[in-house]
């Protein structure tokens, strides 16, 4: 079958199978390898892109619930010149380490910020429940998320004062 | 729907209606389910809504676990259901997955259906042959089975009477972390107060005290006519907790244990849903 959807902001078409799972796609066809598979079944957020606005587990979504959508994955948020706050702020509060965690916990947390410019620390928590972080133990991505938010808004206060 | 259900004919048993997906698909991949042919309901318009009629809520078959946690109908006359989506799983999956989904999966401690059966909820169910409204009691088979025949059949959607005023409803859950943990136990509650202090109805569902989720009608009964009192809850709770049958879990609790735990949790239920009431 077909799939048509928006990925990255990219109109893209593909050939797959009815029992192709979103996050195979993203990874072996499309070789955005940035989403990582960890668990494979919901239980740890490695995989989450974010589909409509929404975070999403990709490792059980079939491929064909994308067909329209708009998915964004980690490829999809600043470039190496040029990175998001998240991604930035993410380096500067040391809230990496083995970094496997990390692209998905940067989607939940885009996918929060993009709905909530100024959350608080629960909110932030709640938005990351669903990523598992084996090195860290969050309090920096939290620290991470809440610095890009504040940055966010002074970028975009300084953006509507011109 | 009429091309939903024509699927049914045109791929005899094998056919399975996909909603969230995020039991079947993990389902289908261990070989638990097989099937030939996927129908996704999660783009028909008519499945998608949540709305009141007659004093019914009603939930359509493709509304999500986080659609109905923020939906400000379901918080106003559903608190108890509310509460119950925002603990399901994580934010990615309550995304994804389905209230309907979490009552047709059959598992005896889905949060969503267990507030549902503290509601008195029924489900819609539609095959080509027409429609049935099976109360939520009714609609368990044993663990992880329902009475929904999967190749034939599709339910449509849950359907339960807003709370009133004068009634209120309450979650209480108990679980090893606050995201992506089953629960050990957890108890819903509704109940309709006549006047300030007597109980004019009231119901308790607790799970996973049995293979499906089950209401503690004795204490329901001992409560029903009553005069609210710190006591009587006491008393209510070890009622229910004799009705209850909690199994050993390696992960989630021994049975001991949750004996221990469940008339805590019937109770805060009980006082919450009342705490509930007075902040009209």
Not at chain 1, 108 to 134: M, V
Not at chain 1, 136 to 147: C, N, R
Not at chain 2, 4 to 13: A, Q, T
Not at chain 2, 237 to 266: F, H, I, M, N
Request: aromatic share 4%; hydrophobic share 40%.
């Amino acid at each position: 079958m077909i799939l048509e959807f928006r990925l990255n902001g990219e109109e893209v078409e593909i050939l797959v199978s009815p029992d192709e799972i979103l996050l195979d796609v993203l990874r072996d066809r499309f070789n955005f390898t940035g989403t990582k598979k960890g668990c494979g079944k919901g239980e740890c957020g490695a995989c989450t892109v974010i589909i409509n606005g929404n975070a999403v587990n990709s490792c059980m979504l079939p491929a064909m619930k994308a067909m329209g959508k708009d998915v964004q994955t980690i490829e999809g948020i600043g470039t190496p010149e040029n990175l998001h706050p998240l991604q930035q702020t993410f380096i500067e509060e040391g809230a990496i380490q083995c970094g496997f965690c990390t692209p998905g916990m940067i989607m939940s947390s885009k996918a929060l910020l993009d709905n909530n410019q100024s959350p608080t620390r629960e909110e932030i928590k709640e938005a990351i429940s669903g990523n598992i972080c084996r090195c860290t133990g969050y309090v920096k991505i939290e620290q991470a998320v809440l610095s890009a938010a504040n940055r966010m808004k002074a970028q975009k206060s300084v953006g509507e004062g011109e | 729907m009429d091309d939903v259900l024509k699927c049914f004919k045109e791929y005899p048993g094998e056919a399975r209606i996909i909603a969230g997906g995020t039991d079947l698909v993990l389902d289908m991949e261990s070989g638990k389910v097989q099937c030939s042919c996927l129908v996704d309901i999660t783009g028909i318009d008519e499945l998608q809504k949540i709305e009141m009629t007659d004093q019914n809520v009603i939930i359509g078959a493709a509304v999500t676990h986080s659609e109905v946690n923020r939906s400000e109908l379901i918080k106003a006359t559903a608190a108890v259901l509310s509460q119950a989506c925002g603990t399901v799983g994580s934010l990615q999956i309550r995304n994804i997955a389905t209230v309907v989904g979490n009552v047709v999966n059959g598992q005896p401690a889905a949060d969503a259906a267990v507030a549902l059966m503290a509601l008195g909820a029924e489900a819609e169910i539609a095959c080509l042959s027409g429609t049935r409204n099976v109360p939520l009691e009714e609609f368990y088979a044993g663990l992880g089975k329902t009475n929904v025949d999967c190749s034939n059949e599709i339910v449509t959607s849950v359907k339960f009477p807003a709370l009133k005023e004068n009634q209120g409803s309450s979650f209480v859950r108990f679980a090893q972390r606050e995201a992506l943990a089953l629960p050990m136990l957890n108890v819903a509650v509704s109940l309709s107060l006549n006047g300030d202090k007597t109980i004019e109805w009231v119901r308790i569902a607790m799970a996973p005290v049995g293979p499906k989720p089950m209401r503690a009608r004795s204490a329901e009964q001992m409560l029903t006519g009553s005069e609210i009192s710190g006591e009587l809850f006491e008393k209510a709770a070890e009622e229910a907790l004799k009705e209850a049958c909690p199994r050993d879990s390696a992960l989630r609790g021994t049975a001991e244990y949750r004996k221990d735990v469940l008339p805590v949790l019937v109770r805060r239920a009980l006082e919450a849903a009342v705490a509930s009431i007075k902040c009209f």
